[in-house]
């Protein structure tokens, strides 16, 4: 029943928020993976609405038209994944719940996924994105001190958008971070970052007296650390918009977003001699096999460097 279904969606996800400490960016996502689902059950293939089914009908099969359902909609590999982690942490979560008889996601193979490496810049090219905002202007400041901090600390947007005054200590170079599953961590940031920063919070004030505090965030968006300027805590679409006006403006035609600049951060300490697992400390990761994918991404750096430095790295035809 359709009620039902949507109750324990709810359910579920205010148990990821209580429970699990979940992310908002995480709760989102679950969120919007559990809607599609939802809707699939409920609108038939001709595209006219139907009842949801009782959740003791959803099986194996069901799922596995729900994968082929996104296949066709050509979702990524990657995002199908996805989703369906989302339903066998659900489904799981019914199961444990006395709901349901046993989880039919777990006997739905994950497809493979495209061994793709993580997107990074140059020295050069992050230095050029960095630079790019003009801090001659108020907004120039504000954007510079973000991009420093992205690339600076290596955070994931949603830690950065989630900062507050608090979280911060100049002199010390180091902000506090809440990142996946609500775990804290310190990261400490270069003298760029902190002179940007110190830049944009003496002019921060004037966003909140040009305009009030968006009703319903209050005094928790008058601590945020970086705001829009209506005085209200700045989002992650912001950010990522933010990041494409100065790639266009830079005329590069490189796929950047935020994340790029988390990914360049993490690549570039590496190939500078930084220790995999304090690497894997300051970007947050839960398993050291998350972070081990930038050694690929140094491995091929190297390779390209010998490749085009070493006197006998290129083949030669041979002398007659």
Known sequence: MADTLTSWIQKFLEYLR???NASAHTIRNYASDLRQFYSFLTTSPGGDPRPAPELEQIDNLTIREFLGFLYQKSNRKSSIARKLATLRSFLKYLS????IHANPAKIVASPKLENRLPDYMTVEAVTDLVEAPDTGADSGKRDRAILEL????GLRVGELVGLNLGDLSL?????RVV???RKERLIPFGKSAAEALEAYLRVRGKSIRAGSIKSGEGAAAAEAVFLNFRGGRLTSRSVGNLVDRYVVRLSQRLKIHPHTLRHTFATHMLSAGADLRAIQELLGHESLSTTQKYTHVSVEQLIRVYQSCHPRAKKKGRQQ
Request: hydrophobic letters at 30%; a positive charge.
């Open 150 to 153: 992205l690339y600076g600390a």
């Open 18 to 20: 209580y429970q699990r």
């Open 96 to 99: 444990a719940q006395g709901v």
């Open 171 to 175: 002199n010390e170079g180091l902000v």
């Open 179 to 181: 990142g996946k599953g």
